[in-house]
């Protein structure tokens, strides 16, 4: 098979090497891809957002199959521009992939079919927004409806700083055209939980649950980020609790989109909140979560290709996906000042002789060394019986890789269930 996989981190390292696992392709080729992928996969100069191009490529090469991992391209309708031109696709289409590309419509759709989440209202004008908010709670969570690269989010702890958000958002036009709606919502509390889920527009099969570590610091300290780590599992959970989220969560999000004439096919994610009351919806996304996904790739037993052909064919109540019996854990090496600016092009050491398996996402080649290209430059994974034995190992590889600024959390894993 010839694969094209679209997208440049590290959740596109994990895909592009466990598509190879599979025995099945013979050619990859990766847009853009990385300094890692580019061991993997072919390479091609064309961003992940120029779906036009990558439409043109992905025809002029004849490709058996396209993966289409990150957000931009899925909300900007390239699964739908591929299969107008008869080429398999794996992701949502446009009308699909809009549980993640915007907010207000995914509160409205979990409203309309009962499902669990936080009450919310949503604002398209400031002074309206600014009056509900006398009248709230504190702590209280500020949303831009549109695609903010997960910083459109603020939790504000006064009165005075939800209205300060409010108009960053709505006057200042922080976020672009991302903020001109905005969801304001109450603040849940509880631990966070990561289920990705296989759809394939009918029903949903869960992966195994994982935790990612979206703040940049121990002690889940400093700004949210990409990411910083991921966990699988994810939390404490018995086989009933999974059953819980199934049937209260899961497949009705995929029965409500399928009734609102948007069947999605791809992979869900579901950011949950544990809470006192359940588990409640905190997000949706239309794609694999980074890092969470470099965690659970690994652990896959089941064919790659037959889950992804079983997804777009309809066929996945014909497939029994199975995972190997382990705990595991990646560690994300970013460069300092992650998430706000850093420098790039420094030189990377340490991965050929790691002993661990290294998924990368912000390096390039440049004269033949590995550098720094991006935020969060890579992971390091490590599996075990216990999560104790995954982390431990995830961080005797990350000990052994370096690069000048580096910065990483020395916690990973160590908080779940606090
Ligand atoms: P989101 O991009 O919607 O996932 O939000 C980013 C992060 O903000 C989440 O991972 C949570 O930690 C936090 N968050 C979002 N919504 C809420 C909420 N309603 N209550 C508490 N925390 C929230
Ligand atoms: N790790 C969070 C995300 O992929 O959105």
């Not at 981190?9 to 392709?25: A, F, N, P, S, Y």
């Not at 006064?158 to 958002?169: G, I, N, P, R, Y």
């Not at 296989?198 to 400093?222: C, L, Q, T, W």
Request: a negative charge; aromatic letters at 6%.
């Amino acid at each position: 098979m010839k694969v094209l996989v679209v997208g440049s981190g590290g959740r596109e390292h994990v895909i592009c090497w466990k598509l190879m696992q599979t025995g099945k392709v013979d050619e990859l080729y990766c847009c853009p891809g990385n300094g890692g992928i580019a061991s993997v996969a072919t390479c091609v100069d064309i961003k992940a957002s120029e779906v036009d191009k990558i439409t043109d490529f992905a025809v002029s090469n004849k490709f058996d199959l396209v993966v289409v991992a990150p957000e931009d391209p899925l909300a900007l309708g390239l699964v739908d521009k591929l299969n107008e031109k008869g080429i398999r696709a794996f992701g949502p289409s446009a009308r699909a992939a809009i549980i993640e590309a915007s907010k207000a419509f995914s509160k409205e759709l979990m409203k309309k079919y009962s499902i669990p989440t936080a009450k919310y209202e949503l604002f398209d004008d400031e002074t309206k927004a600014c009056e509900y908010l006398e009248s709230q709670e504190m702590p209280i969570v500020l949303k831009c409806d549109g695609l903010a690269l997960g910083k459109g989010v603020i939790i504000a702890q006064t009165l005075e700083e939800a209205k300060t958000a409010v108009h960053q958002m709505m006057g200042d036009k922080k976020f672009g055209d991302a903020g001109s709606t905005i969801v304001i919502e109450e603040c849940m509390v509880g631990p966070e939980l990561t289920i990705l889920a296989f759809s394939d527009g009918n029903i949903a099969v869960p992966m195994i649950s994982s935790r990612d570590h979206k703040r940049a610091y121990d002690h889940d300290e400093g700004l949210n980020t990409g990411g910083m780590g991921a966990v699988t599992p994810g939390a404490d959970l018995t086989e009933e609790d999974i059953a819980t989220i199934k049937r209260t969560i899961i497949q009705p999000t995929v029965e409500a989109l399928k009734a609102e004439g948007r069947p999605f096919k791809g992979v869900i994610y579901f950011g949950l909140m544990l809470t006192k009351d359940g588990a409640k919806v905190v997000e949706y996304n239309c794609r694999f979560g980074d890092p969470e996904v470099q965690a659970i790739l690994p652990l896959l037993e089941t064919d790659f290709i037959d889950i992804i052909n079983a997804t777009i064919d309809g066929t996945l109540d014909q497939i029994d996906i199975k995972w190997k019996k382990k705990c595991s854990c990646v560690v994300v090496m970013a460069s300092g000042g992650y998430p706000e600016s850093y420098a790039k092009g420094y030189e990377i050491t340490g991965i050929d002789t790691c002993g661990k398996l290294v998924f990368q996402a912000g390096t390039a080649l440049k004269d033949g060394k590995l550098v720094t290209n991006g935020g969060r430059v890579l992971c390091v994974y490590d599996e075990g019986d216990t999560l104790d034995e995954a982390i431990d190992g995830a961080y005797e590889g990350v000990r052994k890789i370096s690069f000048k600024d580096m910065h990483f959390r020395t916690d990973i894993g160590r908080t779940l269930n606090k």
